[in-house]
């Protein structure tokens, strides 16, 4: 079989999306394309992101390939599995320009596996997978009726299979891109100390989080803790170091103090970034951190007052004095450090301001509290209305404009209800 693996070129306007809008490295497609190919089947990535092809462009490639499958992701790389445009509307038009071609229509992502029916409805697909895909997709080749963690049209109407799937990290491949993509890959996500002298990736040491935050959307893919192999992880990066990267970014939901990870890092001599919680990290290892070349921590601190953290359910030992501490202890080591804070609605706006000033008056970034999306598939979501249903993505957005009057810096000032996103 022939599989087309698609990451779609993504439109963000007026949306509600909180992500970075540069090109990254489709992860989950450089996994099943592996996968695929060990399996005896033939794949390729055709990133229209990274690549800015035209949804007519995007057709020609699935033709000519002559694909039994299309793979359509429905956001924008694994970083952003957990803050995913709410609204279909970009993989849905991707779907719309192939309905007529013989092949099966498969939707990845968030949305599939927190709303499977709703998914598989609004983006016109024959199947889509619930939960991680990379170990799935090669079983669409075979009997559905036999296959668990799908969602299908069937000659009986519609089936769900099964619980939300999480890959098992000890048999998923250490990926390989082609000179071609690493060089068109110039950005570095979240990177503010130098320009960018060389090619940028992204890469994961583990997936999950041992954590259940309220406001985490995660509780159907990429929920679980689970390492990679240290040695899978140092044969993707020499790959990526061979193919002349300068920067990679660490996309695991909570990288944290692992000192044979960072060591591993540290013999590779390149920069990187990462996404983590300061409290969980000792002067020893944020020493090691900075020498194992760390120039950007995206610290997620959330709120300034233990109530706020209880709320948030963020179970975290330190004090607010403690923490900052800790920044102020990583940032000497590191040259960006960024305290991630959202609006919990239990913090002083005034205190919030002057914990901020005091922050970057010592060279540590922290940003206006961001308003919280009830994401479907977060505990926030499920303790508001319960169990995600076919309308569970409306009812967020609702909520969401409806509660707020400014949003994150990066959104709109007044982001399109998602019946309009997705009806255009």
Sequence with gaps: MRFSLINPRWDFDRSIYFGCREPHLPLELGYSRVLLERA????????????DLTLEQIRA????????????????????????????????QVMNVLHDLPCKLVGV?????????????????????IGECEEILPKLADDWSATASICY??????????????????????????????????????????????????????????????????DNFRNAFRRRPIETVARELDGLVAA??????????????????????????????????????????IDLLGKAGCVSIEAGVESITPAGRDLLQKKCKLSTSEITERLLYARKRVPFVQANLLDCQADEPEEVEAWRQSLQEHGVWANKPVPLFPYPGSPDYTQRWGRPDDNAWERAHEFYLNQFDEFSDIQEQRPAPLVQLEAR
């Design 40 to 51: 005896g089947h033939e794949a390729q990535i055709v990133d229209a992101h990274l690549n």
């Design 109 to 129: 992502g968030p949305h599939g596996s927190t709303t499977p029916t709703a998914a598989l409805r609004k983006l016109g697909a024959d199947v889509v997978v």
């Design 244 to 285: 002349g990267i300068e920067y990679v970014y660490f996309i695991d939901e909570i990288f944290l103090a692992y000192r044979p990870v960072l060591e591993m890092i540290d013999a590779r001599r390149i920069k990187f970034g990462i996404q983590t919680r300061i409290d969980l990290w000792t002067h020893e290892m």
């Design 61 to 92: 490639s699935v033709s000519e390939f002559d694909s039994d499958f299309a793979v359509v992701t429905t956001a924008p790389s694994y970083l952003f599995w957990r803050c995913a445009p709410p609204e279909l509307r970009v993989p849905r």
């Design 153 to 218: 049209r069937s000659e009986s109407g519609v089936r769900v299979q099964g619980d939300p799937h999480a890959s098992n990290m000890n048999e998923l491949p250490d990926v390989h891109w082609d000179s071609k993509t690493i060089a068109r890959h110039s950005h570095h996500h979240h990177r503010f100390d130098a320009s960018p002298v060389g090619p940028g990736a992204e890469i994961e040491t583990s997936r999950g989080c041992p954590y259940h935050c309220t406001f985490c959307a995660k």
